[in-house]
């Protein structure tokens, strides 16, 4: 248990549809961070957030946003889904948003029909 | 833009053979970081090597830093079932202002009993 949590677990929803994934980072970690893994893909790095303030920005569609709130927990909004959207979303963590490991939760898997 | 190589993609090789994946930068790498990802699990710390030349080992796993410090290497000696899942490399850039790690495409390792 890497101590970071994601919810949900699973989920499933229809093209067009918009959905909110929620990260909880480890206890005394400031920084988070949004992947999207397809299936046999990569780690394709989203966007970072450090004690509230956005980071870092990868591959995140104009479709996708995310915050994080004064309690360190984050949410990534993606709206207009389609089919392609379907993937896992790791939320990783870390001490802070430069030379540490990350630890990555558990996931959310979405699917898009 | 940064990318960090890994090859092979996949590697079948039987029980108590070794096995050793490459990650290739096209810009030289502050650090370098593994992680493991079993199959249905999410990424797993496993090493981050800094220096120049550096060489660690975690039992029978062996992490190199290439001296140029734009590539690395991880071997693994007498593979066992439980060494069977993804293993990504992730290097952070040592300069511009990227500050996130850029994950390598995995090398999916099967052992066979």
């Known amino acids: 248990d890497s101590g970071v949590t994601q919810t949900p677990k699973h989920l499933i929803t229809a093209t067009g549809q918009r959905v909110t994934l929620r990260c909880s980072p480890r206890s005394g970690d400031l920084s988070v961070y949004w992947y999207q893994q397809s299936l046999d893909q990569g780690l394709q790095f989203l966007i970072q957030y450090y004690n509230g303030e956005e980071r870092a920005k990868g591959n995140i569609l104009e479709r996708f946003s995310a915050q994080q709130f004064p309690d360190l927990h984050s949410e990534l909004n993606l709206s207009s889904l389609e089919l392609g959207d379907s993937a896992l979303y790791f939320c990783?963590?870390?001490?802070?948003?430069?030379?540490?490991?990350?630890?990555f939760g558990p996931g959310t898997r979405l699917t898009v029909t | 833009g940064q990318q960090v190589m890994q090859i092979p993609q996949y590697q079948h090789v039987q029980e108590g053979e070794d096995f050793t994946t490459y990650c290739n930068s096209s810009t030289t790498l502050s650090n370098i970081q593994w992680y493991k990802q079993r199959p249905g699990g999410h990424p797993v710390f496993l090493i981050q090597?800094?220096?120049?030349?550096e060489v660690k080992k975690q039992k029978r796993l062996t992490f190199q830093f290439g001296e140029a410090k734009k590539n690395s290497s991880l071997h693994i000696t007498a593979t066992q079932t439980t060494d069977v899942g993804t293993y990504f490399c992730?290097?952070?850039?040592?300069?511009?202002?990227?500050?996130?790690?850029?994950f390598g495409s995995g090398t999916q390792l099967t052992v066979l009993p």
């Open positions: 992730a290097g952070k850039i040592s300069s511009g202002s990227a500050r996130q790690l850029t």
């Open positions: 090597l800094v220096k120049s030349g």
């Open positions: 990783a963590s870390s001490v802070d948003g430069t030379s540490y490991e990350q630890y």
